[in-house]
């Protein structure tokens, strides 16, 4: 999901703190396979005992990178493993980003300690920004340290588990400097793609399982499909130059009002939107069709769909 922990080892005093993060995080993982064996809670114990052979399959069927990650376990309460924050103006759907050697441009910032992440989200409200602070389960550091399992990535069963890992082993396997949407919706479409083929060809899941999967879910894909058509009017609103600032500031709470409204209505979700949160769904939940008509045209052939998609990412880098 995030490319979280090499950043602290690059950047000047956000090294100490996140370094201090990484550090417990490498010191406290228990080798997956002596975790398994202690482990006493049959679900937690059936999920960890899963990770080598997800890990074999993504590797073997969809080519992903072969590295030391995902070989410790790390016991951890809470949310998530780190705190991330986002941001974005209040009258432009871009993101605010951080600049990081290798990484390029990112459009978010990792903390392993909350305050700090709060701290972080304060100044830039302060500076006029949309936020977005959440809690991630996962996190990748592009293959060069070692990252673990963790607590979070287990708690909602073996397809989010099977799916979370096989996106942060596609970050492994490729990322592209300065496209930060494009790494996360690839890594989305592998991670989901790759799920439903572990679960069918290595677990046997049979089409009633998937219907009941699809069921669970169908919530979701309900809010995504109302936050995607509200996305142009937004769009619309903010690229309007007949219109002042406050003009657009004041239009825009009534978009962000009925979308508020509407999802409360139909989903029982009550939630306060703003750009940042836009953004965080679009980079996440991305319904561009590319990527499965880059796997259809290759035949579903993962081998070639890497190679493809290695050139598309070249052919249209960042602002094209």
């Not at 400097?177 to 677990?203: C, H, I, P």
């Not at 500031?249 to 750009?275: D, P, S």
Request: aromatic share 12%; hydrophobic share 35%.
């Amino acid at each position: 999901m995030l490319l979280l922990a090499l950043v602290p080892w690059l950047c000047g005093c956000y090294l100490i703190d996140q370094g201090r993060g990484q550090l417990r995080l490498r010191l406290g993982q228990i080798p997956l396979e002596q975790a398994t064996a202690l482990e006493t809670d049959p679900k937690t114990k059936a999920l960890l005992a899963q990770v080598p052979k997800i890990k074999a399959f993504g590797e073997r069927r969809l080519y992903l990178k072969n590295n030391s990650n995902y070989e410790g376990y790390y016991p951890s309460l809470g949310e998530g493993i780190t705190y991330v924050v986002t941001a974005a103006r209040k009258t432009e759907l871009v993101p605010y980003t951080w600049w990081f050697p290798v990484l390029g441009a990112v459009p978010y910032k990792g903390f392993f300690d909350r305050n700090s992440a709060l701290q972080l989200q304060g100044q830039l409200e302060q500076e006029g920004y949309d936020t977005h602070l959440f809690a991630a389960p996962a996190y990748s550091t592009l293959g060069w340290f070692k990252d673990p399992i963790t607590t979070q990535m287990l708690h909602q069963g073996l397809p989010s588990l099977t799916e979370t890992l096989l996106h942060e082993m596609t970050h492994s396997t490729l990322y592209k400097e300065d496209q930060g949407d494009f790494n996360e919706q690839l890594a989305s479409f592998v991670g989901e793609q790759g799920m439903r083929l572990y679960l069918s060809e290595e677990q046997g899941w049979t089409k009633e399982q998937f219907l009941e999967l699809d069921q669970e879910n169908t919530k979701a894909e309900e809010m995504g499909r109302l936050i995607r058509e509200a996305l142009p009017r937004f769009e619309t609103l903010y690229q309007d130059a007949a219109l002042t600032e406050p003009e657009k500031l004041n239009r825009r709470k009534v978009l962000f009002a009925e979308l508020e409204t509407t999802l409360q209505a139909q989903l029982g979700w009550k939630v306060t939107l703003n750009n940042a949160r836009l953004l965080q769904f679009r980079r996440y939940n991305p319904q561009d069709p590319r990527f499965a008509q880059t796997l259809a045209q290759v035949g579903g052939d993962w081998q070639r769909f890497w190679v493809e998609v290695e050139k598309e990412a070249l052919a249209n880098p960042p602002g094209r």
